[in-house]
């Protein structure tokens, strides 16, 4: 049999191999819908009827990529689907949620995310079908990272023991509380409040709170300022002195370091820092009760009657 042409509709065939007077092998070329297989010889055309008909099966939408694939919790992200079949798309979901979508091409379509949480499909619909659901097609929405907006109180003694307030958003899963590097336990009262007694410490130190999500970052909202104690007498030894002044008196008490300095009332003596609690001076004269007052850098010591001094006639 001497056969000239496989036609698929008008279109030849990309090859085709006769077997023998009753089969021939041939391979199909590109169309669509349904089409006769058309056989040529010298002796005649193949007529066309329901045995001869080739159907062009439409491959459903496929993704192979998504780009990025992971987004924040509240959307907005541009994401890239590549693929094939992106050709009449009708729908373009995340999750169940429909998105509006730019077809750029059979091949790419670019959407926004919307809001959402935790591990979607990304589902193309067209009419030859929707893509199904595989790992490229997924897209993760990621927890947003706390953070901390205000703290009140913002400073606190340096010995500890403040209840600060800590405000913020993503107080979820809270897996520690720093000052510092001090860790402290804590409450978490919601997801934008959490509540916590200040640790010891000094300076400027930034509160950081820890989630599942992460941890928030460093602002002046998180700055937690540690106040040095002002100075403190305990004690005056002997609480009395001649008028005419010349006793040497000890000052007890605490936060005398940088002491600049020491009062008997309104008049200011030499005097000589021991330690941090204690202070040696000598009486000038003098009549009645005065106040011994000591001034620091971190403030003047309370009138009180452990500080007072009297002068005997």
């Known amino acids: 049999m001497d056969v000239s042409r496989v036609l698929f509709g008008n279109i030849p065939a990309s090859s085709y191999r006769v077997n023998s007077e009753r089969q021939i092998t041939a391979v199909s070329p590109a169309g669509s819908g349904v089409v006769h297989v058309t056989v040529i010889t010298t002796a005649g ?19 192979a990529s998504i780009k990025p694939n992971s987004g924040p919790a509240a959307g907005g992200t541009t994401v890239t689907i590549r693929g094939s079949g992106f050709v009449g798309v009708s729908q373009v979901l995340f ?3 429909a998105v509006n979508y730019t077809v750029d091409s059979g091949t790419q379509i670019t959407v926004v ?6 591990i979607v ?7 030859s079908g929707a893509t199904a659901a595989n790992e490229v097609d997924q897209f993760t929405y ?11 109180p913002s400073s606190g003694p340096a010995a500890g023991g403040t209840t600060v307030s800590i405000r913020g958003s993503g107080f979820v899963n809270v897996s520690r509380v720093l000052f510092g590097n001090t860790a402290v336990d804590y ?28 941890t928030t970052a ?43 300095r020491v009062l008997f009332g309104d008049t200011a003596v030499n005097y000589t820092v021991a330690s941090d609690t204690q202070i040696t001076v000598v009486s000038p004269g003098g009549d009645g009760t005065v106040n011994i007052t000591v001034i620091t850098p971190t403030g003047t010591t309370a009138a009180s009657d452990a500080s007072q001094f009297q002068y005997i006639s």
């Open 187 to 214: 409450v978490v009262n919601s997801d934008t409040r959490l509540t916590v007694v200040s640790p010891g410490g000094s300076g400027v130190v930034h509160i950081t709170v820890t989630t599942a999500s992460g």
């Open 95 to 97: 999750g169940n949620t």
């Open 218 to 260: 460093a602002s002046e909202a998180s700055q937690f300022t540690y106040m040095v104690a002002p100075p403190k007498i305990a004690s005056v030894e002997p609480r009395e002195g001649a008028a005419a002044g010349g006793t040497t008196v000890i000052i007890r008490g605490s936060g005398f370091t940088g002491a600049s």
């Open 113 to 118: 995310s919307p809001a959402g949480n935790g």
């Open 45 to 63: 055309t193949t007529v066309a009827n329901t045995q001869n008909q080739f159907t062009y099966v439409v491959m459903p939408p496929r993704i």
């Open 121 to 127: 499909y990304v589902t193309v619909i067209t009419a």
């Open 142 to 152: 990621m927890a947003a990272l706390p953070k901390i907006t205000g703290i009140d």
